[in-house]
């Protein structure tokens, strides 16, 4: 198959047709690659709502070079060869992310000391590189009741972006149509059918995919805060699912159970419930070794492993100390 | 007298039965189109016509239709959009209230054009005692041998159904329509794939507004050629308006393109004047998505030539000093009116209209509302009018479907032309809270000082 040439960023890389921009450029890597809190690789149609992956095409192809009139999710916009793209180059694209992630915080509560995804949350990272320090939001922001989902999944729409990537796991990973959006516009929220449980094998991947606080694993909320325990890739016979997850530990104490999540914050294979809610127990469980954490996180910021090799001295220490 | 195409015989008693309707040359496109012509004929009249897509693009319509895949073996769609509910828009309505024999003769001559044997016609849920009107006539025309099964013995079948939508203006953007048509939550897709290539259930499908169809069936009693004579450039043939606010005579007109804005408010074969003797103070040409005009900028372009009810030269001057002809909402505002509260009537209209899937329009409309509605009650400040039209920015341009811009561009318009008046709600917080304040005291647009060269 013929390849194509894009250019991102000043970067070039010859990809399939096909290719999103994103995925092109997260091929490239970090230093190009757009932020993404809808666009999940492994479900179909996802992407396209958040806005946060917008970038500028400043030549179309070789064939039209003209640029595109407006900035372009480059989630859902495929490659074309010989086009140029800007993502951090481009001031107008830093701009309106800038106005994305202000959109994006204005409703939510900014509750991540009491949030049980504070550390491994993709709002957080994405308000500290694009957010401002202060908001200019005066006005009540909205609420919801919290409700259970099941007896396993806790969900807190207050906290919720609407990527719609629970909906899309729903839709693609259990039968039915159980799980979806109601209203509509600032009041939309994702519901289950009159709150009926979503009660499927798979229904945790969920909680995995969810990029902010708003669905939680009920077996493991208020215990730990994430960067206290040790992840470690593991695995067990299942004959649900592969049997390859992260165990999060504390001692030797399995806390919870999560999919293995790539550098981009997306799980390698999904999990069965089994897996993910009922062995927390260290015999389930064969460990592999320490689970690198590659997203910009605490924890990542917090490698264990690392802490025996690195010592820390005063010259690496990121604050000068006071007196 | 301009010469009218659609609303001929619009004052015609019981025009919307078919004997009527036939009595007064109905269904001779049908008989045109479907024994003489081939579906590429009818589509070459179309795009002869120069005819644009009424529903607010004003996309040219042959274009269009010419862009409609054709794989084997794959159904076609034709779907007519009257969802109509951009305010100040009541075109559609009328038409179909008086005519809607015109709307369904159009829609079988343009199935067949397209190659389609079952078209849908879209329409919105308030319109629901129309749709009763639409049932009925269709049912007369099955009846009648003109849909249904070998219509005129020529082989060719069509069946047209009638889609009550539940209510929400997203419905009316072409993806959104064909989402809840399927059965689904009305929310955009993301383009591309075009519904010309995959739309109603994945098949190639035209999407085009009930003004639009109807007007195929001049085209092709006439021909195009004959069509295109009316008008002026680009902007050809004839165009319902829908005229409303402080005028004499609101109601729905039939225009050719190219009549003088002047004389469109103000001779008395159309909107008759301002009533009551008052001045004009401003002009939404087409729809509430559409910039606003201040007076002196409605019957002059910005290079002092006359404005035309044309799609240029209403959108002459860009977003600075020009609008857009839209879906031909016509809504004049006299010296009383306020602009900053008709500004947040816009603006909470989008705010709840919303459909909610991309930040910036679900986030951005909901905040431009509540701080349009603190200054319209005298409690804002004036860091809020940059921040709305900062808002603004961030929304534009950057939501899956039009529906960001439409809610972004009349607030970036209002404080363009009118910021004064924003400006005057800070600082006289006692006098706006009386909503009437514009009858005690009016403030009129203040035509910027020429910038010398
Ligand atoms: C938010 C939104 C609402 C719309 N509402 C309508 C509508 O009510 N009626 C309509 O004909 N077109 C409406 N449109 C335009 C349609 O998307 C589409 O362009 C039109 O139906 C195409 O028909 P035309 O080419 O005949 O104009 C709307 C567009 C947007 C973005
Ligand atoms: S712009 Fe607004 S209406 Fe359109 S898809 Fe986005 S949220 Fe929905
Ligand atoms: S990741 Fe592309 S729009 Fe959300």
Known sequence: MSLLKVTIDNHTIEVPAGTTILQAARLIGKEVAPPAMCYYTKLATSGGYCRTCLVKVSKGSEKDPRPMPKLVASCRTTVMDGMEVQNFTSPEVIEARKGVVEFLLINHPLDCPVCDQAGECHLQDLSYENGRSYSRYEFERRTFDKIDIGDKIKLHMTRCILCYRCVKVADQLTPGRGHGVINRGDVSEISTYIEHAVDNEFSGNMIDVCPVGALTDRTFRFKSRVWFLKPMDAHRDCDKCSGKAVVWKYGNDIYRVTGRKDQWGEVDEWICNTCRYDKKDAKDWTVEGPRKIEKTSVISQNHYEAGTKFVASPETLPVKQLS | ?453
């Open chain 2, 1 to 453: 007298m301009s010469r009218k195409l659609l609303l001929t015989h619009d004052n015609v008693p019981n025009l919307h039965t078919i004997d009527v309707y036939r009595s007064k040359g109905g269904y001779a496109s049908v008989e045109k189109a479907l024994k003489k012509m081939t579906p590429e004929e009818i589509v070459e009249e179309v795009k002869k016509s120069g005819l644009r897509g009424r529903g607010g693009a004003g996309f040219p319509t042959g274009m269009k239709w010419s862009f409609l895949a054709k794989p084997e073996g794959v159904p076609r769609y034709l779907v007519c959009n009257a969802d109509e509910s951009e305010p100040g828009t009541f075109k559609d309505r009328y038409l179909m209230e008086r005519n809607p024999h015109l709307l369904i003769e159009g829609m079988i001559t343009s199935s067949f054009a397209l190659g389609a044997n079952t078209s849908y016609i879209y329409i919105r849920g308030e319109y629901f005692y129309v749709s009763r009107i639409l049932e009925t006539a269709i049912a007369e025309a099955y009846a009648k041998g003109w849909l249904g099964k070998n219509i005129l013995g020529t082989g060719y079948n069509l069946d047209l159904y009638v889609q009550v939508g539940a209510g929400a203006y997203i419905c009316g953007e072409e993806t959104a329509l064909l989402e809840s048509l399927e059965g689904k939550r009305g929310n955009p897709r993301i383009k591309p794939p075009f519904p010309a290539i995959a739309g109603l259930y994945g098949c190639p499908t035209v999407v085009n507004n009930v003004e639009t169809i109807a007007a195929v069936v001049p085209i092709v009693n006439d021909g195009g050629d004959e069509y295109a004579k009316i008008g002026i450039g680009r902007s050809t043939g004839t165009k319902l308006i829908s005229a409303s606010g402080n005028i004499n005579k609101p109601g729905v007109y039939e225009i050719e393109m190219g009549v003088p804005v002047e004389e469109f408010i103000f001779s008395d074969q159309y909107c008759g004047g301002i009533a009551n003797g008052k001045r004009m103070k401003a002009c939404v040409p087409g729809g509430s998505s559409v910039p606003i005009l201040p007076d002196y900028l409605v019957c002059k372009t910005a290079t002092g030539e006359d404005r035309l009810m044309t799609y240029e030269s209403l959108s002459d001057g860009g977003f600075a000093t020009g609008s857009m002809l839209g879906s031909g909402g016509f809504i004049v505002y006299d010296e009383h009116q306020c602009v900053v509260r008709n500004t947040w009537n816009f603006s909470r209209f989008y705010h709840h209209e919303s459909c909610g899937q991309c930040s910036p329009c679900r986030e951005g409309t909901g905040w431009m509302e509540r701080v349009l509605h603190r200054l319209e009650k005298g409690m804002g400040n004036m860091n809020d009018i940059d921040l709305l039209v900062e808002l603004a920015k961030k929304i534009e341009g950057n939501t899956i479907c039009p529906l960001g811009d439409a809610a972004a561009w009349p607030v970036a318009a209002a404080i363009k032309h009118f910021r004064h008046e924003f400006e005057y709600h800070v600082l006289y917080p006692e006098k706006v809270k009386d909503s009437k304040h514009g009858h005690k005291e009016p403030i009129m647009p203040v035509k910027p000082a020429p910038v010398m060269a």
